[in-house]
């Protein structure tokens, strides 16, 4: 099945610094990677994605790059701000056998950023 | 728009017991899956469920069951809980859009079911 290895697992930056999470996964075949913000106590939250017909998105101050050759995708997130701290994870998502979303997310480990004031 | 809602979002169960977790995705959503995170193990898969039929299943024991009704709500059910089911259990929702690249792949948390098994 597939396996998705996240880095770091522990991420500090001053504020205004940028940061940047790498994940690589494993099934060539994987077609979707979400990323994810967890805060504290709750749920997580989906911030960004990439489907792999493209190699890059952003939104605002975050984006993700995607290199299906290497089989790996990153987070950046620019300008860091203290409220940007919490644990984010990266997944991975494959096609059903139809070529449809199997709906089943794939996870790494997470990475705690810590953006420091 | 109202997100995920899972209830209860605390309980607190002793060894051998079982336990019922209910999950109400987001309005106009008809999947429903069902993820376990723990410190050691992360976010892991559980189930899936679509048109009241589970379609897709994690690598758990028999012992952790779901279901989905035909308004898309769903429960999922852990009896004869031990103590290395204490996690937080979160439910997503998706909506199912035909197409390789439809819109439908993305997955809505909900803030999760705090169990722990005493």
């Known amino acids: 099945g597939e396996n998705v290895e996240q880095h770091p697992s522990t991420l500090s930056v001053q504020e205004g610094d940028s940061a940047v999470i790498k994940c690589t996964y494993s099934?060539?075949?994987?077609?979707?990677f979400p990323w994810y913000k967890q805060e504290l106590g709750k749920g997580p939250q989906l911030i960004i994605d990439?489907?792999?017909?493209?190699g890059e998105k952003k939104d605002q101050r975050i984006a993700v790059t995607l290199n299906k050759t290497a089989k790996h995708f990153s987070l950046h997130i620019t300008e860091t701000q203290p409220e940007d701290s919490a644990v984010y994870f990266c997944?991975?998502?494959?096609?059903?056998?139809?070529?449809?979303?199997?709906?089943?997310?794939?996870f790494g480990k997470g990475t705690l950023l810590t953006v420091n004031p | 728009k109202a997100g995920v809602t899972q209830t209860p979002r605390y309980l607190i169960k002793t060894r051998g017991q079982q336990v019922t977790l209910s999950c109400s995705p987001i309005?106009?959503?008809?999947?429903v899956s069902w993820y376990q995170q723990t410190p050691g193990q992360g976010l892991q898969f559980l189930f899936e469920?679509?048109?009241?039929?589970?379609?897709n299943k994690g690598n758990f024991p028999g012992r952790f069951s779901g279901r989905q009704f035909s308004n898309s709500r769903s429960e999922m059910n852990v009896s004869t809980l031990e103590l290395g089911d204490s996690a937080l259990y979160l439910c997503?929702?998706?909506?199912?859009?035909?197409?390789?690249?439809?819109?439908?792949?993305?997955?809505?948390f909900g803030e999760g079911s705090w169990l722990t098994v005493v």
């Open positions: 990439i489907r792999s017909n493209v």
């Open positions: 309005s106009g959503h008809r999947s």
């Open positions: 469920y679509f048109s009241e039929t589970q379609r």
């Open positions: 099934d060539s075949a994987s077609n979707y």
């Open positions: 997503a929702s998706s909506l199912i859009v035909r197409g390789r690249w439809a819109s439908g792949n993305t997955i809505y």
């Open positions: 997944a991975a998502n494959r096609p059903n056998n139809s070529g449809g979303s199997n709906y089943k997310l794939t």
